[in-house]
């Protein structure tokens, strides 16, 4: 790498600018244009950090002091051309990147912040990893001269662990702590001998995080940052980290690994590449190689492995590959995240690879909610085929195969305006969001061509109809996550969000196995509602990783805690122990988002304590509803759900379970007790809560059901509307009539229940 060094104000030691012999030339601009072209490889490696050590603010030093040697230098015949080099950048096609962030630069001087802003944004326009260019962009909006930003004073007390916890490794087998669009510097190289993740570029990367200044990060790309969705900084925790970076100690292995060096795919689409790019057997055969020598010792403290950022899982035979060597090794938990188009992944592709119980989450990438526009945006794609393996991964996810399922959408001029259809399409295959970006020249446009496409930007010709778009209360949801889309969508007054005291709770008390999972389905389908399920449940707050920007996110950044999932023991122990608080936060939450009420499930045992359980009875926000059983039948499937550890979409026909006389007593006596509990707290509320027997309501259509629940809510002062399909229905997980013959010996259970006094308690439903 070559190395640029800098000596005090306006010296620097590689000066590749050649000013002698351009000054002369009569035409200025031409002679700018030349300057600037030649300086444009310095500039590049600043940039991009491809210099020998990082420096913070490298490409910002490297621009200003070319000014200041080039043009404000005494004697300089451009001294008094500011304005016309401006003008004339304006008005040319001719200009580099570097060209183009120098006459930015100087238009900010100038303060003509509207011609900064246009030759910024051409610059960026060029190379999506121009971080610097995005810099002037948003210096020019905010009329900022000295380039600082609002987003530096909010990102000093945030933090990021992707460079503590993420790598990828792209197709060149540099490695990067995340997308290199977000952060162009590179920690080193995966084919080299040195460990890349220990690396001094590592801790310089690592240091400009701890110390809040996100030098080498994109403010614009990054979902994150441009979204607002980083954490409060843990000083605590910044200071240890920032001790064993001082002392010299390794830091753990990444738990996360993004495998993006195989540019292999079935498509061809003109966002991502110009042609077809297929790996043939000797480059898979080096490919293989290099994963068995570099990629696979590191993926054996991975928690988390991505395949692909580059291609296609499936249309890549190298990471079909590496696809089968993961799943045929034994794995405590899930840990693959598959981003793929979705052609091929299909039902034969999930058998013969062995997925079943090794994928954590699916991101289908589609660009298009219409075939028409899927066509052209997606070259070489089959539409049909797509929507049918859609749905294929919407069942698989309703039966709980793997943990998140997402569509992405790329958003450009062509295809903007489906997406509040393309929201739809991702309901209706029962994906659990969708997730927006913006569009990103990868090299694939001549700049021009890129500027047409580039509808986020602020003077493209339908960019106001873009944000008008994103303005509608479909892209509230959260369902929706609007990513680096998110600072076009305008902030509401707080006059028009909903105050947190009117969000209700629809809280459903029931327990295990008594048809909540169905009831909850058809909950669903109320637009206005936050749906979390089981969030005080000893095993997991259930239901958050639906809504990750509503849920997981807004509790990491509330409570400075970065919680990894549902089932995070730090995430467990706030919920059962603070229920109150979690209840609140999410209320908040819900307010945010223009919703009108969360909905989740409350069992025995979920509780700690008595009195959180009476300060929710009494909370005058709360509309409950509960759900009983036949007791006998419910145990029943208790015991199945658990000799099969499948809780939801699992057929247990035909499966027989062992009955123990004591132990149904015991479950008996704690499920009577508990609804006796809550008969006596809503009666000292004077609370006339919604009883559904689940012998009666699942006899009913979805349809039905949901109609009936939306007079009671309404009733409760809660207007509910429906989405218009239910994609729901009954699926009885066991079949069986007769509910003794879900059990080894039916005539041993019914002898044991009449002697125990419990025959017809077994089939009465509980008291409230």
């Not at 300060?615 to 015991?639: F, M, N």
């Not at 080894?744 to 509980?766: I, N, Q, T």
């Amino acid at each position: 790498m070559n190395k640029i060094v800098y000596h005090g104000e306006g010296t620097v030691t590689e000066n590749p600018t050649a000013r002698t012999g351009w000054v002369s030339d009569p035409d200025p601009f031409e002679h700018f244009r030349r300057a600037t072209a030649a300086a444009f490889p310095a500039y590049f490696r600043a940039m991009r950090g491809r210099t020998e050590d990082l420096q913070i603010g490298l490409a910002e030093r490297f621009a200003h002091n070319w000014i200041t040697l080039n043009i404000r230098a005494k004697g300089s015949v451009l001294a008094d051309q500011q304005d016309i080099l401006i003008d004339r950048a304006m008005a040319s096609n001719g200009l580099n990147g570097f060209g183009l962030v120098v006459a930015a630069l100087l238009a900010l001087r100038q303060q003509q912040f509207v011609s900064a802003e246009v030759l910024a944004s051409k610059a960026s326009a060029a190379d999506q990893h121009e971080t610097f260019a995005q810099r002037i962009t948003l210096a020019a909006q905010e009329q900022s001269q000295t380039l600082r930003l609002e987003v530096d004073e909010w990102l000093e007390g945030r933090f990021c662990s992707n460079p503590f916890t993420t790598a990828e490794i792209i197709g060149s087998k540099d490695v990067f702590t995340c997308c290199a669009a977000w952060m162009p510097a590179a920690l080193g190289n995966a084919s080299d001998d040195q460990n890349s993740w220990q690396s001094a570029r590592a801790t310089e990367i690592r240091r400009s995080i701890l110390d809040g200044d996100f030098g080498y990060c994109s403010r614009v790309s990054c979902p994150r940052i441009a979204g607002r969705e980083l954490p409060p900084r843990d000083d605590a925790k910044a200071d240890d980290l920032r001790r064993k970076i001082e002392k010299g100690q390794p830091l753990p292995n990444p738990r996360r690994v993004l495998l993006s060096y195989d540019e292999s795919c079935n498509l061809s689409c003109p966002s991502c590449r110009s042609s077809l790019i297929l790996a043939d057997r000797e480059k898979t055969a080096a490919l293989d190689k290099f994963f068995d020598q570099h990629v696979s010792t590191v993926l054996q403290d991975a928690s988390e492995i991505k395949v692909t950022g580059s291609g296609d899982p499936f249309g890549s035979r190298h990471f079909r590959n590496v696809l089968k060597k993961i799943t045929a090794q034994t794995a405590d938990s899930a840990r693959l995240q598959l981003q793929t188009n979705g052609v091929l992944f299909d039902q034969r592709a999930w058998d013969d690879l062995g997925l079943s119980g090794h994928v954590r989450s699916v991101w289908v990438s589609i660009d298009a909610a219409e075939e028409e526009t899927y066509a052209k945006l997606r070259r070489d794609g089959d539409f049909k085929r797509l929507i049918e393996n859609l749905k294929m991964l919407g069942e698989l996810r309703a039966r709980d195969a793997f943990a998140e399922f997402r569509l992405d959408f790329v958003v450009q001029n062509d295809n903007f305006e489906e997406m509040e259809d393309f929201v739809a399409l991702a309901r209706n295959v029962r994906a659990d969001g969708v997730h927006f970006l913006q569009l990103r020249n990868w090299g694939t446009y001549q700049p021009t061509e890129f500027r047409t496409l580039e509808v986020t930007r602020r003077d493209h010709p339908n960019h106001a109809q873009l944000r008008e778009m994103l303005d509608r209360p479909c892209f509230a949801d959260p369902f929706v996550d609007l990513g680096n889309l998110a600072p076009f969508r305008a902030q509401k007054p707080k006059s028009a969000i909903n105050t947190a005291a009117a969000v209700k709770k629809v809280v459903v008390f029931g327990s295990a196995r008594s048809g909540t999972n169905y009831l909850f389905e058809i909950i669903r389908s109320f637009r206005e509602f936050f749906v979390f399920a089981e969030l005080f449940n000893e095993e997991g707050a259930f239901g958050l990783e639906h809504y990750a920007s509503a849920g997981l996110k807004h509790l990491s950044v509330r409570s400075g805690i970065n919680f990894a999932g549902e089932r995070d023991p730090r995430l467990i122990d706030f919920a059962r122990s603070q229920p109150a608080a979690m209840l609140s936060q999410l209320t908040e939450v819900a307010a945010q988002n223009a919703r009108t009420a969360l909905s989740l499930k409350v069992f025995p045992g979920h509780f700690q304590h008595d009195d959180d359980l009476e300060a929710l009875v009494s909370d005058p926000d709360l509309v409950p509803i509960i759900l009983r059983r036949q007791p006998l039948a419910a145990y029943a499937s208790l015991l199945q759900a658990r000799k099969m550890q499948v809780w939801k979409g699992a057929d247990t026909t035909g499966l027989r379970v062992p009955f123990e006389i004591s132990h149904f007593q015991s479950w008996y006596r704690i499920h009577a007790d508990w609804y006796r509990a809550l008969g006596i707290a809503f009666a000292q509320q004077n609370q006339s809560p919604l009883v559904l027997e689940y012998e009666a309501f699942s006899q009913l259509s979805p349809v039905q059901i949901r109609n009936n629940l939306a007079r009671h809510l309404q009733d409760r002062g809660l207007k509910t509307v429906p989405i218009s399909d239910i994609q729901t229905d009954l699926n009885r997980q066991d079949r069986t009539q007769n509910v003794f013959d879900r059990f080894e010996y039916p005539e041993h259970v019914k002898r044991s229940l009449y002697d125990a006094g419990y025959f017809f308690r077994a089939f009465a439903p509980f008291e409230v």
